[in-house]
C-alpha cells in the first residue's frame, strides 16, 4: 500500500512569507500528526488530527496552524515565517492512538532565507 | 513535562561488536515506540512494547519495556554496517509522540 506522502519535498521561503504543507497519510489512516525536526531540538510535536478535528496541540506559535479534511488529508501553515523555523517537517499517520505505532512521510525540508 | 532521556548521544563501533541503547523517563507512557531514521527521509518504525516487562526481538535487535513502564532499552547484537542510522525511542501519551534525543550510530566494516 502506498505511504504517506508529503509535498512539497523542499521549499525555501522568506522570512515574513507564509508556507502551506500537505500530508496525504495511509489509506484508512483517521489519525495525522506533524512535527517539526531540529538539529538542536530534535523532533518535537506539532498538533494531531483525527477525523477533522484537533485532538492535541504543541508548545508552538499560534503562527503554527493546521487542519484535516474529510479524507484525512492534511495541512499545516505557517504565517510570517522567522529564521528559525527552518527545519523538516514530517507527517506521520496511524489508525487511531497511535498506541501502536506511526508511520511516517519522507517530510518537506523548509529553508527560511 | 514528560521528558525521554536517551543514551549515549553518539556510537561508533566495529562490526560484529554489541551495543545498547538507553532510553529513560520519569513518566509512564502507554507504550515506548523506538524509530530508525536514514538522513533526509522520516523515521521508519522498528517496534511497539506496550505492557510492562515485555521484550522483543527483531533478528539481530532486542528491545525491552521496563517493569514500571517507563524506560526501555534496545541492543543490537553482532551490529552490521546497514544498522547505520540515528535511533529514536518515543513514548506515546495522549495523541502525541514524545521522541528522545536520538542515538546516533556508526558501524564501521
Known amino acids: 500500500k502506498a505511504g504517506v506522502t508529503q509535498t512539497p519535498r523542499y521549499l525555501i521561503k522568506t522570512r515574513g512569507q507564509q508556507v502551506t504543507l500537505s500530508c496525504s497519510p495511509i489509506?484508512?489512516?483517521?489519525?495525522v500528526s506533524w512535527y517539526q525536526q531540529t538539529p538542536g531540538q530534535g523532533l518535537q510535536f506539532l498538533f494531531e488530527?483525527?477525523?477533522?478535528?484537533?485532538?492535541n496541540k504543541g508548545n508552538f506559535p499560534g503562527r503554527f496552524s493546521g487542519r484535516q479534511f474529510s479524507n484525512s488529508r492534511s495541512e499545516m501553515n505557517v504565517s510570517t515565517l522567522e529564521l528559525g523555523d527552518s527545519a523538516l517537517y514530517l507527517c506521520?499517520?496511524?489508525?487511531?492512538?497511535?498506541?501502536?505505532?506511526?508511520?511516517f512521510g519522507s517530510g518537506t525540508r523548509l529553508t527560511v532565507v | 513535562t514528560q521528558l525521554l532521556e536517551q543514551s549515549p548521544q553518539f556510537l561508533s563501533i566495529q562490526e560484529g561488536e554489541n551495543l545498547t541503547v538507553y532510553c529513560n523517563s520519569s513518566?509512564?507512557?502507554?507504550?515506548l515506540q523506538w524509530y530508525r531514521q536514514e538522513p533526509g527521509e522520516g523515521p521508519v518504525l522498528l517496534v511497539t512494547v506496550v505492557t510492562g516487562g515485555e521484550v522483543k526481538k527483531l533478528k539481530r535487535l532486542t528491545f525491552q519495556f521496563g517493569d514500571a513502564r517507563k524506560d526501555s532499552s534496545l541492543h543490537i547484537t553482532a551490529a552490521q554496517p546497514g544498522d547505520t542510522g540515528l535511533y529514536l525511542c518515543a513514548g506515546d501519551s495522549s495523541y502525541k509522540l514524545i521522541f528522545g534525543s536520538g542515538t546516533r550510530l556508526l558501524v564501521r566494516p
Open positions: 513518566s509512564v507512557f502507554s507504550s
Open positions: 506521520a499517520s496511524s489508525t487511531d492512538r497511535g498506541a501502536y505505532g506511526y508511520t
Open positions: 489509506s484508512g489512516h483517521r489519525s
Open positions: 488530527y483525527f477525523s477533522e478535528t484537533q485532538r
